[in-house]
């Protein structure tokens, strides 16, 4: 498997929902068996995955809502591990 680049394009696998949860006062990934509770970049990051927009689009959206930060690779490095844990398709 590839790396993902800045051309990919990330989407959640379909067993997953994206929401936030009131209770855990965090973004999580729900699934048959459970849940993932989110970091609160990993919940930033995961709400531009949409199936549209190419990690450079996120990462635009990303670094147009929090100015100044160097997030490029970070984002990529997320979304690798993203992938490898079954949550995206890129």
Not at 49 to 56: C, H, I, P, T
Request: proline fraction near 4%; charge should be negative; charged fraction near 25%.
């Amino acid at each position: 498997m590839s790396a993902i680049t800045r051309e990919s394009v990330p989407a959640l696998v379909p067993m997953f929902r994206f929401q936030w949860e009131a209770a855990q006062e965090c973004h999580v990934l729900l699934y048959p068996e459970g849940m993932v509770r989110l970091s609160s970049s990993a919940g930033e990051i995961l709400k531009r995955v949409d199936g549209d927009r190419s990690v450079a689009d996120i990462v635009a959206d990303l670094k147009a809502a929090f100015p100044g930060a160097d997030l490029e690779q970070d984002v990529l490095n997320f979304l690798d591990q993203a992938r490898a844990n079954g949550w995206i398709r890129a």
